[in-house]
């Protein structure tokens, strides 16, 4: 069982900067990729930024050169920097880890989400 808890999101004018942080607990062996996905009301989930176990990022489109995603390996946190916000990134963020055990399959768990929302 991992738990992946979200932080850092809040209300925001539109040109300012939040930093998301997720941190993952429990029973961790390996990483293969942690993210950051997005939803609002009547929309699907959609995929923001991705770090990989060898630091290969992906980025939406809609994101790329204002968002960057990091990793803290020691900490098992993933971070979103997100940077030149607009109202069009108002969404509940949610958190998303793939964790693969010694010798089985890999998993994926869900944080609970945090709400980002940019004024204009």
């Known amino acids: 069982q991992v738990t992946l808890v979200e932080s850092g999101g809040g209300l925001v004018q539109a040109g300012g900067s939040l930093r998301l942080s997720c941190a993952a607990s429990g029973r961790i062996f390996r990483i293969d990729a942690l993210g950051w996905y997005r939803q609002t009301p009547g929309k699907q989930r959609e995929l923001v930024a991705t770090v990989t176990s060898d630091d290969s990022t992906n980025y939406s489109d809609s994101v790329i050169g204002r968002f960057t995603i990091s990793r803290d390996g020691a900490k098992n946190t993933v971070y979103l920097q997100m940077n030149s916000l607009k109202p069009e990134d108002t969404a509940v963020y949610y958190c998303?880890?793939?964790?693969?055990?010694?010798?089985?399959?890999?998993?994926?768990?869900w944080g609970q989400g945090t709400q980002v929302t940019v004024s204009s």
């Open positions: 998303h880890g793939r964790f693969r055990a010694p010798y089985g399959p890999a998993y994926d768990y």
